[in-house]
Each structure stands twice: as C-alpha cells, then as structure tokens.
C-alpha cells in the first residue's frame, strides 16, 4: 500500500438494502485497492449518528422501499448542515435512486408529500401512477462509453439550474418522457439508476474516486490504468440489448 488512503460512509445499508447497493460499495473498494490505495468502509447506522462527516472522502446514499426511506429521511434532517457542508467544500457525495429526491425540498409518493433533507434545490412530484421502469442508457460529459442502469421511480424531478448528470438515450429519466437523468453538483453524482452500477460503468466509478482523492490530496493526478475488458463487455452488452 501507498500513503493514499480514501474514506466511504455508506448512509443507513440496514435500512436502504433494497437493490443491492453494497455491490456498489464493493466496486468502488476493489477499484482503489486494485490500485493499492487503502480504504475504509464506515456503515452509517442508528449505532453510530455521532459520526463527523468531515472525517470522510465519499458519503453513498442509496434508496429502499418508501417506508425505510422516510425513516431516513426524517433522521438525516439533522445532519442538514453537516452534509451540506460537505458538499459545498467539494466532498465527493453518491445519491442513487431514492437517494436522489431524497436530497431535495420534497418528494412525493401515492400518498403523501415527503419534506425532503433539503440539500438541493429540486423538487420531485409523483407521476400520476405512470411508474417509470426499464433498462436506461445516458450519454454522460467526460465518459466515453454510455452509461448504463435500470430505473424504477413514480417521481418527476424538476432539477431547476443544475447541470443533468447525463442525456437519456433511452429510458425515462428525470420527468419519465427522456431528455436528461439525475444531477451534477460540485462533486455531487445523483441519479435514479440504482442497484450495481459502478460494475457496469468502470469510467464513471474511476471518475468519482479520482474527484475524492484530487480532493483529499493535492498532488494526486491521475489514476493507474486498471483491465477492464470484462466490465465493458458487460458494458457493451446492456447496450445492445437495449
């Protein structure tokens, strides 16, 4: 191992476990200690709310059923100013699928409306029952290779002035009709695709662990080339599929 070393809080994995986000985690871990760069996996639960989000380099934030993420919601409220602040300091945050509007003013289920953390400035309203599901493909700034994931979301997201994470090619994406998916901010990734993504978009993961450690060392430039003809074989497959 070398001096680098990267942090990653993973928010509530008891309670948002819905679609195997742990694989995301894995990838990210195996992606740095592949390049012998040690990291540190906290899990964020009820047992350890003290936690210093200062202390870390990536917070993961996923999704669950919409009981599991009320809860958390409502208790990640009082760690508005703590999150906020990391971000804004350029902290490397990950929020996919109900992670997502989560982090916004509000978002709506069939039955209510939610008060969201109140990070970011979106809003997402429910979709009238048009439940927006299937493979998805996106066209993504700085990634040569299209990204690729599966949403399944009732929320239409209105991202007011921030930058899309990517340009739907096919699925639905931010409002269900396509045009553009998820969020960028500062080194905020958010995005409704969900369940392992970073095994199938090697790019993009390189490209959230090259912002955390840019961001934690100053002299760090560049990431060492890893083998990835299996990951983008599986890639290439999801998009001609379809």
Known sequence: ????????????????????????????????????????????????????????????????????????CESLKSKKEELSDFIEAGGTFIALCGGYPMLGEYYQTSEKTIEGIGILNIKTDFLDGNRVTGNVILECDNISHPIVGFENHVGKTNIESYTPFGKVIKGGGNDGKGGYEGIIYKNLTATYLHGPLFPKNPQLCDRILLQALKTKYSDYVELPLLDDELELKANKYMVNRG
């Open 1 to 72: 191992m070398n001096n680098y070393k990267i942090t990653i809080v993973h928010l509530y994995p008891d309670l948002l476990n819905l679609y195997g986000d742990k694989g995301n985690i894995e990838c990210l871990r195996k992606r740095l200690n592949w390049r012998n760069i040690d990291t540190e996996v906290i899990l964020y639960t009820a047992e350890n709310e003290n936690f210093d989000f200062s202390a870390a380099d990536i917070i993961f934030l996923g999704g669950g059923s919409d009981r599991e993420m009320e809860i958390v």
